[in-house]
């Protein structure tokens, strides 16, 4: 799908859509178009309960000029904000696939709101390309009802250049949002760590130096609780590291850490077979970090901030791992090893000392769909937060809401802590009882951040998958994370 921007037109026919602000107040386009029309436009919203609150939508159908008419709710002028107009951009081509249309134009009236007409039309833009994501490579019969219909999005707006430009700006968000889908949708049989690990490589071409480690660098490193996560699998482990150096020369980066559980089976703690095909997408986090990478170095951002995702498949064979197993960590400790689906923990902890080690990094900030009891606490409407530094804290929560990714700060402390230590090591992977699971699991990651080191864990299990979708989301995979850590930097690294 294509997005184009243009001047207001002599006249509007075909597919259009047109603002309407709250209480049925028609912007200038809707009421020109309704005059011309004798008012059909009144009388269907009359018919009605459309009012034009945010994001609310009335399709018009049967005049003579148009094809489908749709007034878009815009509500009071201050609620029309990024958001907002990425929701509107989703909406407009969800309207338009379900009704089998190829095109259509959007029309952005001047809102005296937050935003300028070229930016709402950027966002507009955005959110109409978010919204057009399609994973469907596999799809060999597709039928042509279940095709995507829509070809183009024209937004018309009176500042052209200006909305060009300020899309040209988002337009790298769309291609890493895009390509971390892409990975977090692909099945198990196709992205291995391996396959993982070179589709990464790609990023090279931006910019981004990546370095991969094998299964017998990682031994020499001493990450003996990742490589026995992967010793059940007949696929090798990888540690990807990637590097976008744009910043300041010689200031320490940020680091970002993520899970890549290609598969997560469980290990012999094996999961039930019911739902376990959703084990493909246990890489999320590993996807949002390198989607982030992807879009750091799209945008050509003026920081310094290494990518580092620990891709492992977990597989119960002859070989893997056991319950009651110990294993010695790279930082030295050791870890009595429980319950092998817990497994997320145990590559992360090696990823994150290697973090340490190897970049000194001033903050760290790690992903992984880690934990089921994430969802029982938020559901799929923010991932958890869990943090040793509340100014990070609120920073990654700002930027979480500006760009429509949630995040709710969850505690830790020493009570929790006590619970994952172990008879006969330093601690276990699991405590007990699975209260306080997402709780535990952080403060067994806590356990290996050093002195000094700003860290947050992002507990993204409810999160990077989508049953349903939303405005701008197709259901599937969300991408959730490469927007936040993008803007967390923008806004803290790059004034
Ligand atoms: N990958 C899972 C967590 C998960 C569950 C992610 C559902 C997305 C959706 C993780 O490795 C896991 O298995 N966690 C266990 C931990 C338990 C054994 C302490 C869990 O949540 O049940
Ligand atoms: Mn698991
Ligand atoms: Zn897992």
Known sequence: MKVEFSAFPKAFSGNVAVFVAAEKQFLA???AIDQQGDGFLERA?????????KCQLLSVLGHEKFGRLLLLGVGKARELDARAAESLGGLVVADANAAGQKAVTVVVDPVKGR?????????IALGARLRSYRFDKYKTKEKPEQKATLEQITVVVSTVADARRAYARLEPTVDAVFFTRDLVSEPANVLYPVEFARRAKELTKLGVKVDILDEAEMKKLGMGALLGVGQGS??????????WMNGPKGQAPVALIGKGVCFDTGGISIKPAGGMEDMKWDMGGAGAVTGAMKLLAGRKARANVVGICALVENMPDGNAQRPGD??????????EVINTDAEGRLILCDAMWYAQEKFKPQAMVELSTLTGAIIVSLGHERAGLFSNNTPLSNKLRAAGSEVGEKLWRMPLGPKYDKLIDSDIADMKNVSNGRDGGSITAAQFLQRFVQEGVAWAHLDIAGMAWSGKGNDTIPKGATAFGVRLLDRWIADNYER
Request: zero cysteines; hydrophobic letters at 45%.
């Open 45 to 53: 919203v009359a018919a009605s309960r459309f009012s034009g609150a």
């Open 115 to 123: 935003l300028s007409p070229a930016e709402v039309a950027a966002h």
């Open 29 to 31: 386009t809707a009421k």
């Open 234 to 243: 007949e696929r090798d482990s990888q540690l990807l590291v990637m590097r």
């Open 326 to 335: 110990v294993v010695k960590t790279m930082s030295g400790q050791t870890v």
